[in-house]
T-cell receptor, first 111, second 114 residues
């Protein structure tokens, strides 16, 4: 399934399926992007980052895609697990003076 | 190596009182950021500080809010004469680098204004 990052939209997927979370960023000069995961009652945790000179980066079960032409970022989670249930934020920065966050997407994984 | 430490975790204040939120960055980190998060919303940047300097406070309300990061001790976010609209979770993050530095977040301080 897919979801566009607006005002905390929700994405519900079945355990084992792949998840795609989308984010539209605002500043065409942004050169560094991070995806964060925030579980209920906790602070955000780093998942994966990507610099603007790349269009794809892979981690463990996660892949980030960057399309600078349309200022779009996506996070793909393979074989989604119940522990992946959280709110996911994309963040952008220019020279990392301050990291600006999107509104987030709530991912719910159904067993 | 302890992570970013924030205290108090929960703070209740009545309207008109002052709230002080503290943040101790990770060891070796000299860059501190404060964010505010309302329920079901994203994190809103407030201020970026290095030791003894405010680098960017473009997200801070012009009145009642102030932040500092002294040479010794934690960073402090101070909210004077709190109002109900100040109720939120306030997150602190730190990084070792000014450029492309991964942010490490604390668990947040949840302020409730009665």
């Amino acid at each position: 399934g897919e979801s566009v990052g607006l005002h905390l939209p929700t994405l519900s997927v079945q355990e084992g399926d792949n998840s795609i979370i989308n984010c539209a960023y605002s500043n065409s000069a942004s050169d560094y992007f991070i995806w964060y995961k925030q579980e209920s009652g906790k602070g955000p945790q780093f998942i994966i980052d990507i610099r603007s000179n790349m269009d794809k980066r892979q981690g463990q079960r996660v892949t980030v895609l960057l399309n600078k032409t349309v200022k779009h970022l996506s996070l793909q989670i393979a074989a989604t697990q119940p522990g992946d249930s959280a709110v996911y934020f994309c963040a952008e920065s220019y020279n990392n003076n301050d990291m600006r966050f999107g509104a987030g997407t709530r991912l719910t994984v159904k067993p | 190596n302890a992570g970013v430490m924030q205290n108090p975790r929960h703070l209740v204040r009545r309207r008109g009182q002052e709230a002080r939120l503290r943040c101790s960055p990770m060891k070796g980190h000299s860059h501190v950021y404060w964010y505010r998060q309302l329920p079901e919303e994203g994190l809103k940047f407030m201020v970026y500080l290095q030791k003894e300097n405010i680098i960017d406070e473009s997200g801070m309300p012009k009145e009642r809010f102030s932040a500092e990061f002294p040479k010794e001790g934690p960073s402090i976010l101070r909210i004077q004469q709190v109002v109900r609209g100040d109720s939120a979770a306030y997150f602190c993050a730190s990084s070792a680098l000014a450029v492309d530095g991964e942010l490490f977040f604390g668990e947040g301080s949840r302020l409730t204004v009665l």
